[in-house]
């Protein structure tokens, strides 16, 4: 019932809409005894006209005119309360999504390293729809039926105290038996969601990977994946059904009879006159209406195991620890001239060491490249910069600014980034290259555009900066996605540059032609280049070797070039591959 707790808890901005539903609800309860009980005096003044003659028909129509009333009320008040329980549902469905995206903005790089995305969206609304749902249930379903059957209890109680006491007494049966049940669904159910969640995030793989399945013939592989996820999957609903229905067989067969009795019981006191004709009618209207309580019981703890199993994984992310603050608001105070500091800084991805009591500066209006073997820690020393991670040990300052001491925002505010993976989302151009700046004007696109040399190609689309470029940017080309990227790190015009692999995509005149771009947004600012082609570094100021984790050798382009190390060893494996490559077409 943790979960039930923590969805009430979360419910909190709708209380008082929900303490108003209550009320309704409880009006509701408490007409509906009352339909019976008006229904008696009407018997019992046909059976006094029957027998004496001495019926009163004025009483008789006043009688029926307050059933026709409390009808007209209770279909009003049912359609009220049930439409503020939706009006509830949708409310809370927004609040939970709303909550849980701030989440998943706040949590760290390491969860996304480990999460599949499309297990977490489906998580998400697995999670939203079973909450929504229970407290849908709770206002429009559950409170009335536990409140019709404390009424009818208390009716039936009053009338005959016995009957009233056999009628309670089924009730504990009926729910022990209910609980078991939903509790074995429960179970299966959380094994079952486990296995959907997988399926939905390899379902989000494959069509996020298409070409590659498509080009490695895999479709009959990953169906089969799918199908044999979802064999396992019915298999356990069949298990859940089967449990269900045997057990609902037990209840409903001992329900009847119990019912079965208590009527004989009702029939018998009437025949010896300990019953009115009247109290006899109006009992056995109440007892008919503790069967929709009744079967709500199972029901209700149906709802509440659905809820307690489909809502785990979403508090499970909820109580995740933050590491980041959500902002609302764009940093303030920014720096024009930083320079970064990594101070004895190692990190390791759980327990494999990354980088080792790494010290290394990056100037003010430096341009410096990372070099070195792949895995030698680049790009987890660009994601430390970015604090995208926290390091193991050691500090990293931003302008004598430790990173323990200021937010993740003030510190992205500084940088714009050039991804090695094209990082683009499925809208327009426009989008693409002005996100994250609301206030940007076309003019400023089309520069920045035109400096990273895409202005020509994305004219000849028929929307031109309005043109959807599809999930990923789909419909263009490597270079193409790669430019759009650089003319949003432009646009931005941040202090510190930051260019992972930035022109490995881009054809050799491209690559020129952006390189040209690129080089007069170094000036003035501080720039770091992750670069495996070294001619796109032989202008930087410095080059950082990197190596185990560790700094190598650093130095100007020249010096290294002629020291020997690891720098000249992959300078000379290009320059030989390049040389082969030229000797075959006899052109060197």
Same mark, same amino acid.
Request: proline share 0%.
């Given at each position: 019932m943790n979960n039930i707790f923590k969805i009430i808890k979360l419910s909190k901005p709708q209380h008082k809409l929900i303490a108003v539903a209550c009320v309704l609800i409880t009006v509701q309860a408490i007409l509906q005894q009352a339909m019976p009980v008006t229904l008696k005096y009407v018997v019992d003044e046909l059976t006094q006209q029957i027998s004496t003659g001495t019926g009163d028909y004025q009483r008789l129509t006043l009688l029926f005119g307050l059933i026709l009333a409390i009808n007209i009320i209770l279909i009003f008040l049912g359609s009220l309360s049930q439409r503020l329980g939706d009006y509830i549902s949708s409310r809370l469905g927004r609040y939970l999504t709303e909550m849980y995206y701030q989440k998943i903005f706040s949590l760290p790089q390491r969860y996304f390293d480990s999460e599949i995305s499309g297990k977490i969206v489906n998580q998400l609304n697995r999670g939203i729809i079973s909450i929504r749902e229970f407290v849908g249930s709770a206002t429009n379903f559950i409170a009335p039926a536990l409140l019709q059957a404390i009424f009818g209890i208390l009716v039936l109680s009053y009338f005959d105290l016995g009957i009233g006491l056999l009628a309670l007494a089924v009730f504990p049966i009926y729910i022990a038996i209910s609980s078991y049940s939903t509790r074995r669904w429960g179970k299966l159910q959380f094994e079952k969601n486990i296995h959907e969640d997988s399926t939905r995030g390899r379902i989000q793989e494959v069509i996020s990977n298409i070409k590659l399945v498509k080009t490695y013939n895999t479709q009959n592989q990953e169906w089969q994946y799918v199908s044999q996820k979802y064999n396992t999957i019915n298999s356990i609903?069949?298990?859940?059904?089967? &449990?269900?229905?045997?057990?609902?067989?037990? !209840?409903?067969?001992?329900? &009847?009879?119990?019912?079965?009795?208590?009527?004989?019981?009702?029939?018998? !006191?009437?025949?010896?006159?300990?019953?009115?004709?009247? &109290?006899?009618?109006?009992?056995i209207q109440i007892l008919n209406q503790l069967r929709w309580p009744l079967f709500g019981m199972s029901y209700i703890l149906e709802q509440v195991q659905q809820a307690e199993a489909d809502s785990k994984a979403f508090f499970e992310v909820l109580d995740l620890p933050s590491t980041e603050v959500f902002q609302t608001k764009p940093a303030t105070k920014l720096l024009k001239q930083p320079e970064v500091e990594f101070d004895h800084v190692s990190f390791a991805y759980e327990e494999a060491p990354v980088l080792s009591d790494l010290s290394l500066k990056f100037d003010k209006q430096e341009t410096i490249a990372l070099v070195g073997h792949s895995g030698a820690g680049k790009t987890t020393l660009i994601n430390l910069i970015l604090k995208l991670y926290e390091p193991t040990s050691g500090e990293i300052k931003l302008s004598g600014k430790s990173y323990r001491t200021v937010d993740h925002a003030w510190v992205r505010a500084h940088i714009a980034l050039v991804f090695q993976d094209n990082e683009l989302f499925s809208s327009t151009i426009r989008e693409n290259v002005a996100y994250g700046l609301k206030d940007a004007t076309e003019e400023d696109i089309i520069r920045a555009l035109k400096q990273a040399n895409a202005y020509e190609f994305v004219m000849k689309f028929k929307d031109g900066l309005d043109a959807q470029i599809g999930e990923r940017g789909v419909k263009l080309s490597g270079g193409q996605k790669q430019r759009i990227q650089i003319a949003r790190a432009i646009l931005h015009n941040k202090p510190i540059l930051i260019l992972d692999e930035a022109t490995s995509s881009l054809d050799s005149k491209s690559e020129r032609l952006v390189q040209d771009a690129l080089e007069k947004l170094f000036k003035n600012r501080l720039v770091i280049i992750i670069a495996h082609r070294f001619s796109t570094i032989q202008n930087v100021n410095r080059i950082v070797v990197l190596d185990n984790g560790k700094v190598a050798d650093a130095g100007r382009p020249k010096e290294l070039a002629k020291r020997k190390g690891l720098y000249s060893e992959l300078l000379r494996y290009q320059i030989e591959g390049n040389k082969k490559l030229l000797s075959e077409y006899e052109l060197y």
């Open positions: 609903y069949d298990r859940q059904s089967t &449990e269900y229905h045997i057990l609902n067989f037990i !209840r409903g067969f001992g329900l &009847e009879i119990a019912f079965v009795f208590i009527l004989f019981m009702i029939f018998q !006191r009437t025949f010896f006159g300990q019953l009115t004709l009247g &109290e006899m009618i109006l009992i």
